[in-house]
């Protein structure tokens, strides 16, 4: 069969062309063994994940494999074939709204392999914050939990729009970005309870994911304070001369945090390339946007600094003005985004979310401007599945997932031992050496 | 120190009271001079101790304890021209340092207020951003808290920034940073992330420089986990420090004192890096173990002299290391001694000293012949009024009655 390798939409560097050609020729080998019709499917969807291209030097499945695995099973139900040449127009549902700039054009383009990808990703991230409440109410995870369902549009987005290379760093509602960047289901729920398989070793707990390899960079509890270490990130592109940008992500309850409009300053002063997303829930915690903000127009806050507002619900809107952002930042510096969107679950699992809105406001938001039901319509309307196989695409989520928590659950706690790890960088507490590392001076008790 | 060069022929000029034994001014300890490379030596940082008041060894800092603060070296004629090393003040042996590390290391970069162009409010950068450019000695607007953020920020990209706080007091609009993710992203993130940076500023009660510039904060930032801390008392100490902070790959906080910023002293020519961890024994003694550190020190060795001069023989250690403490130097002291004054500048509740005397309570209850007498500021904001700014901190009568009280 002939095999239509399109290079995806989002990837135009030649690098990503030489990993393309690398998996052509990888593919044709793979082809001799696998013959079957399905899995070709997933393979070609591998190679839109410009992520495992990008980083693995040995282009090793293996590696992509761990981290999207879970798509081998969804999309080998698609009994179509993906075209991977025809392109489909997009229009955004709300027009961009510029402060000091000139907005994007509302139409985007992209393929059908994109849209099958967006949908399959926003199902994982769905179904895997569903998860996480259900893990929550049986007390497998404690402390805090801050769920993203209804805010999947604004990850996808970013991630359609930008490489791995670029950092993003948020606050505590980290798990899709995480999920986006690379990360596995085992992972994440590992992390959220308290697992050794969890990220970070499950010494972080929910609010602490973080992703090195990616350039994800956490996962922060306090309020505010990762928008200063994301004018680190850009800084510390710019030292280095890099073409990268760093997106530092904040809800509009911290928007009202003095440390933002020191970064806005300092970011805008030495132009870093940071992108501030501003991720418009318009509630903070119990606080509606219009309680707690004299001015709600978020993206206007950084005054010189230009801004634009996007519907944060649909995923397309988010991905061109992510482009247009990071287009932009490489040029001019800072530049804010307000991605206008909604959580369906209250602040954390320990807030209803329904003392300070109503269940109508809610449901409302889910039939009229949900991102998974929009991707949905837009691949019916451009037929490319059909409702049964969306919908098995769903249940095969549900059961990858299902069997991540399992896995997750079978995973150990940590040893005891692992109370002192890492709290210093070299193992200091137990022994300490001199400068030059040689001589063991003292032994601690 | 700088005495190791010099050799032990000032040995000979001690004129002390009864116990001393010549023996001692071989170097304090057998784990002398470690780990040579080729450029660059780690110094044991003990070594011999002289008489302050006889002993005539070249601009050593103790000499300057009269006044226990900025004064001129009164150098003795024949000091100068012969002596290996060369004579600076602490402020440039910091900059020295600064300066070595980032000529090394290109990651190394400084921001701050008023660090580049104004050349450092207390001139530790100067001459630094006309070398190496404004992106690497970054002047900051006043926002303690994102700037802190920022270099940390870069840190856990692999840059080596040194934060430098004009004061340590504005420090503490940085807390939740340094707190939060300076101390913790290394272990939250479960080992992906190191935070190589340094935090520097002076601290301490200065001149008249009123309640909300005269803080310590090392008491506050003590319980923080993950991070390091260490006080710099002498020209020789603040450039091995400073190089072994920038070295270091965890988060180091580099406590100055605003009064010790024009000691001066004659260092070594060659590279040297200080041990973090590690204790100074700045006078070897057989009655009481006295530990110190930054300005008390010199407070503690004028107090010495008249301790010397009525019979007891003092050991004064500078700790250096305040997170976390050198219990074993600390320990062999006090093994030694049975006795143990602690004097420093922070407040008496909370302070390094508290943690200091539970910390020897619990290791060396035994060897104690005397419970553990501490010397603290008092709990008070710092007066403006010389006289009441001079009772807040612990002067010598104080050091010499409490020794005297102790070795009762």
Request: charged share 20%; net charge neutral.
């Amino acid at each position: 069969m002939d095999l239509n390798i399109q290079i995806p939409s989002n990837c135009l560097s030649t690098t990503k062309l030489v990993m393309t050609i690398k998996a052509i020729t990888k593919l044709m080998i793979i082809r001799q063994f696998t013959l079957h019709f399905n899995k070709l499917h997933f393979l070609i969807y591998r190679l839109q994940k410009p992520n495992n291209l990008l980083r693995s030097t040995t282009f090793s499945m293996a590696l992509s494999r761990r981290s999207s695995g879970i798509l081998l099973n969804s999309t080998s139900l698609l009994h179509r074939h993906l075209s991977t040449t025809t392109t489909i127009t997009v229009e955004t549902n709300l027009p961009f709204t510029g402060h000091n700039c000139e907005p994007p054009s509302t139409s985007i383009t992209t393929t059908p392999t994109e849209l099958m990808k967006f949908f399959t990703d926003m199902a994982i991230m769905r179904r895997m914050e569903i998860a996480a409440d259900s893990l929550y109410k049986s007390k497998l995870i404690r402390g805090f939990c801050h769920l993203y369902d209804g805010q999947e549009a604004v990850s996808i987005g970013m991630e359609a729009a930008i490489t791995k290379n670029d950092c993003i760093i948020t606050a505590y509602r980290d798990h899709c970005l995480y999920i986006g960047r690379g990360g596995t289901l085992l992972e994440s729920f590992g992390e959220l309870m308290g697992r050794k398989a969890g990220c970070s070793n499950g010494k972080g707990g929910s609010m602490h994911f973080y992703k090195k390899d990616a350039c994800f960079y956490g996962g922060h509890g306090i309020v505010g304070a990762q928008v200063p270490l994301g004018c680190g990130l850009a800084f510390a592109q710019k030292y280095r001369k890099e073409e990268y940008v760093t997106f530092a992500m904040y809800g509009d309850g911290a928007a009202n945090q003095g440390q933002i409009f020191e970064a806005l300053n300092m970011a805008a002063l030495w132009d870093l390339p940071a992108v501030f997303v501003c991720e418009n829930n318009h509630y903070g915690m119990g606080t509606a946007e219009w309680k707690s903000a004299k001015s709600p127009a978020y993206y206007k806050r950084g005054d010189y600094v230009p801004g634009l507002k996007v519907d944060g619900m649909d995923a397309f809107a988010v991905k061109q003005a992510c482009k247009f952002a990071k287009e932009h930042v490489l040029k001019n510096g800072p530049i804010i985004l307000e991605m206008d969107t909604y959580r369906y679950h209250g602040h954390s699992m320990s807030d209803p979310g329904s003392t300070y809105r109503t269940r109508d406001e809610i449901s409302g938001i889910r039939q009229e401007r949900d991102p998974i039901e929009r991707i949905r319509k837009l691949i019916l309307a451009n037929d490319l599945a059909t409702e049964k196989e969306l919908k098995d695409i769903e249940k095969q989520v549900r059961k990858d997932v299902d069997e991540a928590v399992a896995q997750a659950k079978e995973s150990p706690m940590p040893d005891e031992s692992e109370l002192f790890t890492n709290v210093y960088r070299k193992g200091f507490g137990v022994e300490s050496y001199g400068a030059d590392k040689k001589e063991l001076r003292t032994t601690l008790p | 120190m700088a005495s190791i060069f010099q050799g032990i022929g000032a040995a000979t000029s001690i004129s002390s009271s009864a116990s001393f034994d010549t023996m001692k001014l071989q170097f304090s300890s057998p784990r002398s001079i470690s780990g040579k490379k080729a450029n660059c030596v780690v110094m044991r940082s003990g070594g011999a101790k002289m008489d302050s008041g006889s002993s005539r060894n070249g601009g050593r800092a103790d000499q300057l304890v009269t006044n226990a603060v900025a004064a001129k070296a009164d150098t003795p004629a024949a000091s100068t021209a012969s002596k290996p090393g060369h004579e600076l003040l602490l402020f440039e042996a910091l900059r020295e340092g600064l300066e070595e590390e980032m000529e090394r290391d290109a990651r190394v970069c400084v921001m701050g207020e008023d660090v580049g162009h104004y050349g450092g409010s207390y001139k530790v950068t100067r001459g630094l951003a006309e070398k190496y450019g404004d992106l690497r000695v970054l002047d900051t607007p006043i926002a303690e808290n994102s700037f802190t953020g920022m270099g940390i920020g870069a840190a856990m990209t692999g840059l080596r920034p040194i934060i430098e706080g004009m004061n340590m007091g504005f420090l503490l609009l940085a807390f939740n940073q340094i707190s939060n993710n300076c101390g913790m992203l290394h272990y939250t993130s479960g080992g992906q992330f190191k935070i190589p940076v340094v935090i520097r500023g002076p601290g301490g009660v200065g001149r008249q420089l009123g309640a909300e510039h005269s803080q310590r904060l090392e008491s506050y930032f003590q319980s923080i986990p993950g991070i390091q801390m260490v006080a710099c008392s002498t020209p020789y100490n603040a450039k091995g420090l400073m190089k072994a902070a920038i070295r270091s790959d965890n988060p180091v906080i580099l406590f100055e004192h605003v009064l010790l910023y024009n000691l001066k002293e004659r260092i070594p020519d060659e590279e040297y890096v200080l041990n973090l961890e590690e204790a100074e024994m700045v006078r070897p003694g057989e009655h009481v173990t006295i530990l110190t550190y930054s300005r008390m020190r010199y407070h503690v060795m004028q107090a010495a002299k008249t301790l010397v001069n009525k019979g007891y023989d003092p050991e004064v250690i500078d700790i250096r290391s305040l997170k976390p403490f050198d219990l074993y130097t600390i320990g062999n002291s006090i093994k030694k001694t049975h006795r143990v004054l602690i004097v420093e500048e922070c407040m008496r509740t909370g302070g390094i000293g508290a943690s200091l005397t539970a910390a020897i309570t619990e290791n060396f209850h035994d060897y104690l012949d005397a419970p553990i007498m501490c010397l603290s500021s008092q709990d008070v904001p710092t007066p403006y009024a010389g006289t009441l700014e001079e009772w807040t901190v612990v002067q010598p009568p104080q050091i010499v009655a409490a020794v005297e009280q102790l070795c009762r």
